[in-house]
């Protein structure tokens, strides 16, 4: 079974630029979070999206959004980018059942802002 | 909201000695607590769970316990070897349905040394 995919790997951007990094859970999973990663503040939660909708969400500003596909594919999109916003960006699956509470990790997505 | 304080940030241990990193938790309301190791330019990747309706749980060289009443878990290495050189994160979630999001540790460094 193929792990979870995020594209693009590496994305290297200017100040006020806006930005969409993309994931793909595992298959079967319904269930996409985000969370940011940097040396200072360490993994931070974004957002949890389930069936095409925001389940529960972190303390980020409104610049921070995203979204879910009926594929259970994920898009996040960051806008009016700030130096602070270069982070290692970390897409997780999750599936039901039983194991409804382990996440997944992707390689996630390395943002630098110019 | 929950925090998640870890400890030590780095720790050498030799070769085929055992580590211990430690982790103390606020929310009573937790309930998941999970291990991620991540590697250089990788995801994290989930190395063993517990839930708290159970104290102790093994997986090999690897274990996690979990003391509820004063909040806290560890994880434990036995026989380390090379590979285990990394970065470990412990978190914690409430978990369930609801989808609450994890809550990371700052993680520690652990180096083996041959």
């Known amino acids: ?114 | 909201g929950e925090n998640v304080e870890q400890h030590p940030s780095t720790l050498s241990v030799q070769e085929g000695d055992s580590a211990v990193i430690k982790c103390t938790y606020s929310d009573s309301a937790s309930n998941y607590f999970p291990w991620y190791k991540q590697e250089l330019g990788k995801g994290p990747q989930l190395i063993i769970d517990i839930r708290s309706n159970v104290g102790e749980k093994k997986d090999q060289r690897i274990a996690v316990t979990l003391n509820k009443t004063a909040k806290h878990f560890s994880l434990h290495i036995t026989e380390t070897q090379p590979e285990d050189s990394a970065v470990y994160f412990c978190a914690a979630s409430k978990g369930g349905g609801g989808a609450d999001g994890l809550t990371f540790g700052k993680g520690t460094h652990l180096i083996i040394q041959p």
């Open chain 1, 1 to 114: 079974k193929a792990g979870v995919t995020q594209t693009p790997r590496y994305l290297i951007k200017t100040r006020g630029q806006q930005v969409t990094l993309s994931c793909s859970p595992i298959s079967g999973h319904r269930s996409v979070s985000w969370y940011q990663q940097t040396p200072g503040q360490g993994l931070q939660f974004l957002f949890e999206y389930f069936s095409e909708t925001q389940r529960n969400k972190g303390n980020f500003p409104g610049r921070f959004s995203g979204r879910q596909f009926s594929n259970s594919r994920s898009e996040m999109n960051v806008s009016t980018l700030e130096l602070g916003d270069s982070a290692l960006y970390l897409c997780a699956s999750r599936g039901a059942g039983t194991s409804y509470n382990e996440q997944f990790f992707g390689p996630g997505t390395r943002l630098t802002v110019l």
